[in-house]
């Protein structure tokens, strides 16, 4: 039977428990509604049997929900006999981990339940999941929902939606009114729905660096550390650099501070995560003299002082990221009690340099790794499970506060959110338990208990997928914007993907190859699967169809640059193919995400388009 994350103890018995129709579950003193109504569902799903659900005692035969004072916080023991079944938590988070842990028993076993004792607790309090709500997709309500039940039946318990613009700030609309923001409704209902499943809907909006679309504004380009932001035409590469705000201008800490105390209204989470990352032109603009007069990590970190006592005088503890101070660890001790830096790393091999120097300063932290799927068509579930693994390697080792787990979308966030699943789950399985599973059995694992693919396949394959990515989504863009925009450091020339790395007739070829192997090999999974995850393979075929387009792509403009006939018939066919892959891609996008900036990765794909078609263009170099 596999649980995903492995429970500290289990010890199994004899017999096991026959569900029947005659079975109550039954909530004792002190039990919420949910982890009740939970397992009613499970249950009438994979056993088929409608259970009523009430308070008071349980019977022999009987579902018992109890809390238990001898249990700690967020510990569980799930007892099943064959006479009865007793869930003890020794809070609500605890129960309902208990359930959800039954629930996975259910899913395998049916009305039939061998018979097991589980202790259970995490090694880790919090265990996060961060997702990129701003830069490509902003996915809609009930998509969101669907991620917050994830998070539940995984045992994480807080999640955070990365925000710059994509809020309807009320007095902001030259911000927002090219996007489809969230709204302070759809905040607050999911923030309930949040609450009901033990998760931590934590506020987390750019407060210093990062805020592209704020201060490319007319309304606000002056308080932006580099001047004309507003002139500047839009970049996918662009915009993660040069949009700092003014720490000099008196303007800025009351500007700043107003749209924090309107976001955080929205929430109930103690803790509010200020980002302040990346601020890579700090200094070198309208504050170069405040910078030269007290140096660049002391006026990056007076700044930050300034919004976390903001947040603090209003019951909030701080958190933002580390990457600036963990130049200087001994500065954050001028921060507020209770501030925690998020420590964050994404290689395979990420090395502990960072999280032992935060912590040999004293200073509290997360450990943040990632699922690894920025720039890219399908994530690097292979960087991921290593990243994820080592990190929370690191965070055991230096006892950190949490993790929190990261789904950036750099570029677009042109990967599908399914996509990011087996990651997630990484991050939930080996931050709740430190013993090792090998790769392979964890993703054997997650394909059955969450694909329900009965032939263990499915994850393996989603790994191998996007190592046949030759000229990658983020090589589109940069020879895009360098053409077009002439963004200085972008590789002007596709010759050079050939010289350094991957793209020549062979390897496109092999590359072609291997993905028709793997999208046969990802059908015959399907019939494995229970039909109501079989959805994925649709996507997975869509990526992978991507994939190999643009790698052709790739093909026919190196071909070009090397002063090759290119057959107009097949340049006019590939830009046909891109043309009817988007199309496919913008319905499975408009499934589960608001428009958002899907125009933007329209502007990409076209001009590709017409560049195969020999379009002219006024395109700078």
């Known amino acids: 039977?596999?649980?995903i994350p492995k429970p500290q103890e289990i010890t199994y018995g004899a017999g096991s428990?026959?569900?029947?129709?005659?079975?109550?579950?039954?909530?004792?003193?002190?039990?919420?509604?949910?982890?009740?109504?939970?397992l009613k569902e499970c249950i009438l799903q994979w056993a088929g049997l409608g259970l009523p659900v009430v308070k008071g005692q349980a019977r022999p035969g009987d579902i018992g929900l109890e809390l238990e004072s001898g249990l700690r916080e967020q510990e569980y023991r799930l007892e099943v006999r064959p006479e009865g079944i007793r869930v003890l938590g020794g809070d609500g988070?605890?129960?309902?981990?208990?359930?959800?842990?039954?629930?996975?028993?259910?899913?395998?076993?049916?009305a039939l339940i061998p018979a097991v004792t589980v202790r259970d607790y995490p090694e880790i309090a919090r265990r996060g999941y961060y997702l990129d709500e701003t830069r490509g997709r902003v996915l809609k309500l009930e998509a969101l929902k669907r991620i917050a039940d994830r998070l539940s039946r995984y045992k994480i318990?807080?999640?955070?939606l990365y925000v710059e613009h994509t809020y309807l700030f009320r007095d902001l609309s030259e911000m927002w009114r090219d996007t489809t923001p969230l709204t302070g409704e759809e905040i607050m209902e999911l923030d309930d729905y949040c609450a009901e499943r033990h998760i931590d809907l934590v506020p987390s909006l750019a407060s210093f660096g990062h805020l592209y679309t704020l201060l490319s504004t007319k309304s606000h380009e002056d308080l932006c550390e580099l001047p004309d932001a507003s002139s500047q035409p839009f970049s996918l590469w662009d915009r993660m650099r040069h949009h700092t705000v003014n720490v000099s201008d008196d303007r800025t800490l009351p500007f700043i501070k107003g749209m924090l105390e309107e976001y955080m209204a929205l929430?109930?989470?103690e803790r509010f995560n200020l980002c302040a990352d990346e601020t890579f032109d700090l200094g070198k603009g309208r504050s170069s003299e405040l910078a030269a007069e007290k140096g660049v990590h002391r006026i990056y970190v007076d700044y930050l002082k300034e919004l976390c006592r903001f947040l603090t005088e209003r019951g909030k503890k701080p958190m933002f990221w580390g990457d600036v101070i963990v130049g200087e660890p001994e500065l954050a001790k001028e921060l507020p009690e209770g501030t925690m830096c998020l420590t964050w790393g994404y290689a395979p091999d990420q090395r502990e340099e960072e999280s032992r120097r935060m912590a040999e300063a004293g200073v509290p932290q997360y450990l943040c790794p990632g699922v690894n799927g920025w720039d890219q068509w399908m994530n690097l579930l292979g960087d991921s499970y290593l990243n994820i693994t080592r990190m929370c390697g690191y965070a055991r080792k230096y006892h950190a506060a949490g993790i929190l787990n990261t789904d950036w979308g750099d570029m677009g966030h042109v990967n599908?959110?399914?996509?990011?699943?087996?990651?997630m789950i990484y991050g939930a399985a080996f931050s709740w338990n430190?013993?090792?599973?090998?790769?392979?059995?964890?993703n054997r694992?997650?394909?059955v208990l969450e694909y329900k693919d009965g032939s263990g396949c499915l994850t393996g394959l989603m790994r191998e997928l996007p190592g046949c990515s030759c000229y990658t989504w983020h090589d589109a863009v940069m020879l895009r914007e360098f053409m077009v925009l002439g963004e200085p450091g972008v590789e002007p020339d596709i010759r050079s993907l050939s010289e350094s790395r991957r793209i020549d007739d062979g390897k496109v070829q092999e590359a072609g190859e291997k993905l028709r192997k793997l999208r046969r090999e990802l059908k015959k999974t399907a019939v494995c699967m229970d039909s109501t995850e079989r959805g994925l393979i649709h996507q997975l075929d869509l990526a992978a169809e991507g994939m190999d387009t643009w790698n052709n792509v790739g093909m026919v403009l190196l071909q070009s640059a090397e002063g090759k006939t290119v057959e107009k018939g097949c340049a006019f066919a590939l830009a046909q193919r891109l043309e009817n892959w988007f199309m496919a891609y913008k319905e499975v996008w408009r499934k589960t995400g608001k428009e958002a900036e899907l125009s933007h990765i329209a502007e990409v794909v076209f001009w590709y388009a017409d560049l195969l078609r020999g379009r002219k263009r006024k395109d700078r170099r």
């Open 17 to 38: 428990f026959e569900c029947t129709f005659g079975t109550y579950i039954v909530c004792g003193a002190g039990a919420e509604p949910f982890p009740a109504r939970r």
């Open 93 to 110: 988070a605890g129960l309902l981990y208990g359930v959800q842990t039954l629930c996975q028993m259910v899913e395998q076993q049916g």
């Open 1 to 3: 039977m596999i649980l």
């Open 157 to 160: 318990n807080e999640f955070q």
């Open 416 to 423: 599908q959110p399914e996509h990011s699943v087996p990651g």
């Open 434 to 442: 430190g013993e090792e599973i090998s790769e392979e059995e964890i």
């Open 267 to 269: 929430f109930r989470s």
């Open 445 to 447: 694992q997650i394909s």
